[in-house]
């Protein structure tokens, strides 16, 4: 076949275009044909044999899916909603999760999972006379926390790895303040519900005995300065604000009941 001959779609026969069409090792997907994939499901090196099977699975999981009842849901833009019933889960962007044929995961296809609580910094400057913008002393920044739930599937249909950043659109800008601390917990109760009895862990394997690990942490104290904003959590209770230097008083000192933030 010639370089410029029309190519015609593996599956269905008709002819492929050049826009969103997938190329496998034996042939060519058109673009309906590979908009059925799962959006997890791998790409490279593909040939029409597997592409049928994921297709089969693909037809399979849209009559799976009917029986599927939300329990639990978490995240903002991209959702984990959870069947607790059925022990499976589903990721999606979609509001109709059957429209959109979202794979219907089960909790003992979970290889691997954990929390990345991700920081993203900018520094403040501030203007001199001659417009000229220069650093604090010390340096001051703005932060903002993005609070990912990493996975790894034992699933041939779903790529091996997913990350879900359960707090996209709202990511909360001070550290161990009460947004911090509502999505600290949520992804702890996700990785609980999936895995009970590994918080805060990484499971290498299915198998494995579940780790034992304390309950969450509810209660926490935080300090706070009144005058700049920075805060802490740590044991240690300063008599001025490594920030801005003004006194820490009885004000700047908080005790947060987590449980009451979730409500």
Request: hydrophobic share 30%; proline share 5%.
């Amino acid at each position: 076949m010639g370089l410029f001959d029309a190519k015609y779609c593996a599956i269905c026969g008709s002819k492929v275009g050049l826009l969103g069409t997938m190329k496998l090792d034996d042939g060519h997907l058109c673009k309906d044909c590979t908009a059925k994939l799962s959006p997890y499901f791998s790409r490279r090196h593909q040939n029409l044999a597997s592409v049928q099977k994921h297709l089969a699975y693909r037809e399979q999981n849209r009559i799976n899916l009917q029986n599927f009842s939300e329990t639990a849901v978490y995240g903002t833009t991209q959702k984990i909603h959870l069947d607790e019933n059925h022990r499976t889960f589903v990721i999606s962007r979609s509001s109709d999760l059957i429209k959109a044929n979202a794979d219907l995961i089960s909790f003992d296809d979970v290889q691997s999972l954990n929390k990345e609580i991700r920081e993203d910094r900018d520094e403040l400057r501030q203007e001199e006379e001659d417009g000229k913008k220069v650093s604090y002393d010390p340096p001051r920044y703005e932060y903002e926390y993005s609070f990912l739930v990493k996975m790894k599937f034992a699933n041939e249909n779903i790529d091996s790895s997913v990350s879900v950043d359960i707090s996209d659109g709202d990511h909360p800008e001070i550290e161990f303040g009460e947004d911090y601390l509502k999505y600290n917990y949520l992804a702890n109760e996700l990785i609980n519900t999936i895995a009970p009895g590994t918080i805060d862990e990484v499971i290498e394997t299915p198998a494995a005995e579940p780790l034992q690990t304390a309950e969450p942490v509810k209660f926490y104290k935080m300090i706070r300065c009144t005058n700049c904003g920075w805060t802490s959590d740590g044991p240690d209770i300063p008599n001025f604000c490594p920030n801005c230097a003004d006194p820490i008083t009885l004000d700047d000192i908080a005790v947060i009941d987590v449980s009451s933030i979730l409500e």
